[in-house]
């Protein structure tokens, strides 16, 4: 491997998110990937890993740091490096925007977990399943989970202050 780190793109429940290797087999995404993934600007992130690192000052984990990278087998890569972030960083940063309630941040979770639940049982009962599969099968539970929430709505009712959930189409909640 040469000095400069390989790029990848992996899907996970649809989202195409470009990835990066470095010469010491450590993985690595941009800091504008790991945005993109909730549908956030990269300065969102920044702001993240300033309170992180001062927070956690001694954790090498929220080192950011350029990565010279080498052009991929499509010809891609005008870019000759990339402002990178762990892995790990990347999805605690997925996770703290979840609990801030910001949607496009779940099924990013609730994929990965599913994926890392069902390749564990697969590696434990000796099945032997292609990647297009898990994710053909992530996106299948995504969709599933999408369509099943896409009618709930919160109205609040100015006169009284109170919320109320109500939801449109194939299901329908109790009014109280």
């Known amino acids: 491997m040469s000095g400069k780190a390989k790029r990848a793109i992996i899907t996970v429940a649809g989202i195409d998110v470009e990835v990066f290797q470095l010469p010491t087999s450590e993985y690595r995404m941009s800091q504008s990937q790991a945005a993109k993934i909730v549908k956030k600007p990269r300065n969102s992130l920044l702001r993240f890993l300033a309170i992180r690192s001062r927070e956690s000052f001694t954790d090498k984990r929220y080192e950011c740091y350029e990565i ?14 990339v402002e990178s972030i762990s892995l790990d960083v990347a999805y605690e940063y997925v996770v703290l925007e979840l609990q801030k ?3 496009d941040a779940l099924p990013f979770v609730i994929a990965c977990g599913q994926e890392t639940l069902h390749r564990r049982c697969d590696t ?5 399943k292609t990647e ?5 099968q992530t996106i299948s ?3 599933e989970y999408r369509q099943s ?6 109205i609040k ?6 919320n109320r959930e109500v939801t449109f189409g194939k299901q329908s909640l109790p009014e109280q």
């Open 132 to 136: 297009a599969q898990y994710e053909q």
């Open 149 to 154: 929430r896409e009618y709930l709505i919160t």
């Open 101 to 103: 309630h910001n949607p």
């Open 68 to 81: 010279p990278i080498e052009k991929d087998w499509k010809g891609r890569g005008n870019r000759q490096s």
């Open 124 to 128: 434990a009962f000796e099945v032997v």
């Open 157 to 162: 009712f100015p006169a009284t202050g109170s």
């Open 141 to 143: 539970a995504y969709d």
